[in-house]
């Protein structure tokens, strides 16, 4: 018999375990069993709760969006408007939470899968919507629609483009470094738009 209340453990287990192998792997080559015996699961249970491996990797894409969607709400609600919204998201992008090597190292397989998974293609494209609309909300009090829609561009492709480069480096990636030049990328924007 199954043990009441165990499943909703046992699933975020697993999927704190794939975090870890793709961290580990550095790609999305890892087993079911590699995943459970992570967990500290047979292979077996983990395949009861999410069926085939592809069922947990999007799972694991999910949890990836949601955690990162629930503190970009709070650090938005926390923000106020204008400036203060886009440095809340880029903050959060680059918190101790989020920039951390296992996850760093999972969203870039989650890249890399997705131009063939389009389950994945989809979850990444919701993740670029919701991005751009969150830069937008601070963006558009600062300066005209054109040069916000520019500027939300610039500063997604900055973070993507720091996970990217510290997901290919050795040791501890550095969000502060990263924060701070996309900071700086806004500045000048703003600065750009204000003349």
């Known amino acids: 018999m199954p043990k009441i209340g165990m499943e909703p453990l046992r699933r975020k287990a697993l999927i704190d375990a794939t975090i870890s192998a793709i961290g580990a792997r550095g790609s999305l080559d890892v087993t079911m069993s590699e995943i459970a015996g992570r967990a500290g699961v047979s292979s077996a249970l983990a395949h009861h709760y999410f069926g085939a491996k592809d069922e947990l990797l999007q799972a694991t894409m999910r949890h990836l969006l949601a955690e990162l969607g629930g503190d970009t709400r709070a650090a938005l609600h926390a923000a106020g408007s204008g400036q203060a919204r886009v440095s809340a998201i880029i903050a959060v992008n680059f918190s101790e939470k ?39 909300s601070g963006l558009t009090d600062l300066m005209p629609r054109g040069d916000a829609e520019r500027t939300a561009e610039g500063i997604a492709a900055l973070i993507d483009g720091f996970y990217i480069r510290r997901a290919l480096k050795d040791g501890n990636p550095n969000a502060g470094s990263a924060a701070a030049i996309i900071e700086d990328y806004l500045a000048t924007k703003l600065r750009t738009a204000r003349k």
């Open 98 to 136: 989020q920039f951390q090597p296992e996850t760093i190292a999972a969203w870039l397989a989650f890249y890399v899968e997705a131009q063939k998974a389009p389950e994945l293609r989809r979850l990444l494209r919701i993740y670029a919507r919701r991005l751009h609309s969150n830069l937008m």
